[in-house]
């Protein structure tokens, strides 16, 4: 095990990190532009220095083992920030091929994606967006690695590696079929608390606004459904009894398609603040700089 950094070859973390994203030695080397020899020797050298096994051989190439699977975060990092000192800082090509990795939980996947890639499509062509499900659980880790570029989200984790900038505020409000009974006359507390409810799970271990704001009420609600997830929501209350607290936009999009009702919540509740998250190694990339600039300018004009 290595106690001093001048006992390892900084070179030997290139391929380390070469090996980690490719999990093949022959792409590796090729991404590396060596032959596979020499990425071999450096694994060998790596492995003789570290004093510890960092892949499993295989017949579709090479596994990580847990070792390699711990050090990997913090090296990646490393050498993005290296990366990030030592390039010039030029100004985003919008005329050149790049990817950009966003966790997107559902409601932004169908509030913003539609928007954003009719706007890239004109100002960005070559961009391409990678769409990542709810990261809720490893975002930090996910933000840190470099494995994702931003998140948006309403979720605020206690780092001081992280950035948030606000986008918008959503309002939820309380969706049910055409003829739902709970709406006659407008929706009560006491309509509310007594239907049964489909309901979005908690995400990251903790609970949602909502359910915030409905426990410091003493707010209750019987739930007859758990998702991971708003985009079936609408679908389901237009075929049950159940009601749906859901965001507001989601809520206009479908309420016609479906033929819902929708209502304001018969409690106060601040509106939701959605936030684009980022980790601070990224802060002065010219891309991300220019992808923010764009979400900002987007989300405005919604």
């Known amino acids: 095990m290595i106690s001093n950094l001048h006992q390892l070859d900084l070179n030997l973390l290139l391929v380390f990190d070469a090996l980690m994203q490719e999990g093949n030695l022959t792409r590796a080397a090729e991404r590396l532009h060596l032959s596979q020899s020499t990425v071999s020797n ?180 019987q739930a007859a459904l758990h998702l991971p997830n708003y985009l079936p929501i609408p679908a389901i209350v237009a075929r049950t009894e159940l009601l749906g607290t859901v965001p507001a936009r989601l809520a206009e999009t479908f309420a016609a398609l479906f033929e819902l009702q929708v209502a304001a919540l018969p409690f106060d509740m601040p509106a939701v603040q959605i936030s684009l998250i980022w980790h601070r190694q990224q802060q002065h990339d010219p891309a991300h700089i220019w992808l923010r600039e764009q979400l900002h300018a987007l989300l405005a004009d919604l």
Do not use: C, W
Not at 96 to 112: I, K, T
Not at 133 to 143: C, M
Not at 202 to 210: D, E, K, N
């Open 42 to 221: 450096a694994l060998a050298r790596l492995r003789q220095q570290l004093g510890e096994e960092l892949f499993l051989r295989h017949a579709r190439g090479m596994s990580p083992t847990a070792r390699a699977t711990a050090l990997y975060p913090p090296v990646r990092q490393a050498l993005q920030l290296l990366q990030s000192g030592l390039s010039p800082a030029e100004p985003f090509n919008v005329q050149a091929p790049h990817s950009f990795n966003l966790s997107l939980n559902d409601y932004a996947q169908a509030a913003l994606l539609p928007t954003l890639q009719a706007h890239l499509a004109q100002v960005a062509p070559l961009v391409e967006v990678v769409a990542h499900g709810d990261d809720a659980d490893n975002l930090l880790i996910r933000l840190g690695n470099g494995a994702l570029d931003m998140a948006i989200d309403y979720l605020h984790f206690d780092s001081p590696d992280l950035h948030y900038s606000p986008l918008r505020e959503e309002a939820l409000v309380v969706i049910g079929r055409k003829d739902h009974p709970a709406f006659t006359g407008g929706l009560q507390l006491r309509d509310y608390q007594q239907a049964r409810h489909v309901i979005v799970t908690p995400r990251a271990g903790r609970g949602s606004p909502l359910e915030i704001v409905l426990g410091s009420a003493k707010v209750r609600r």
